[in-house]
């Protein structure tokens, strides 16, 4: 028997969790490059230079650049051959969101991005979901980035709850950190499967 829950609000992160390009392919040849765990490898090239060109802030050859700088052995890797590999893929939807109209019959559902207003009004344009949640809070609008705390402060004013009421995903192990500090309930995101059965109580 399922555990009765009082109305809980759920944030989850956007890009890595709901919205992605399949990047496994690029991620794989880049830790064999640098001698570096898949998932570390991860970390760093879906990481805030990421975010920083889906604000349209830097180009792709610029976050290219910065990856490779924040990689050991980040000089091994061709750039030509992760520029080919990207652009093989395109940002669509992740397992994640076959899970949002269940959740949302019991529960509220929050998005918190790294991310601008403007962003988020094309990708509604793309992606419906995006039309039928409860909010979402962007660092543009919320003067802060994740992991700052500040972010998570105006989220939960802006979902009128509170960090006891309220669970965080995210694919970034610090913002998920950031979040248990401040008494969420967080969630590591790693693969659907282990969030899936996180979920269970809350469907």
Excluded at 44 to 55: K, N, P, T
Aim: charged share 20%; net charge neutral; with cysteine.
């Amino acid at each position: 028997m399922k555990k009765q829950l009082n109305k809980t609000t759920i944030f989850f992160d956007l890009f890595g969790v709901l919205l992605g390009s399949d990047q496994s392919v690029v991620i794989h040849y880049i830790s064999k490059q640098v001698g570096l765990t898949y998932l570390k490898t991860y970390e760093i090239v879906l990481g805030e230079a990421f975010m920083r060109m889906e604000r349209g802030e830097i180009n792709f050859n610029t976050y290219v650049n910065v990856v490779c700088s924040a990689l050991p052995k980040g000089g091994c890797v061709d750039k030509m051959v992760v520029k080919s590999m990207w652009h093989d893929s395109g940002v669509s939807e992740m397992p994640a969101v076959s899970l949002l109209d269940e959740l949302h019959c019991t529960n509220s559902i929050w998005i918190i991005s790294n991310t601008s207003e403007k962003h988020i009004v094309k990708l509604k344009t793309k992606f419906d979901f995006l039309k039928h949640i409860d909010g979402v809070i962007t660092s543009d609008r919320a003067g802060a980035y994740k992991p700052c705390q500040k972010i998570f402060d105006f989220a939960l004013i802006e979902a009128n709850t509170k960090p006891s009421f309220s669970i965080f995903i995210d694919d970034n192990f610090a913002n998920v950190i950031s979040a248990e500090n401040l008494g969420f309930q967080a969630h590591h995101y790693v693969d659907f499967e282990k969030l899936s059965v996180f979920l269970n109580n809350y469907r």
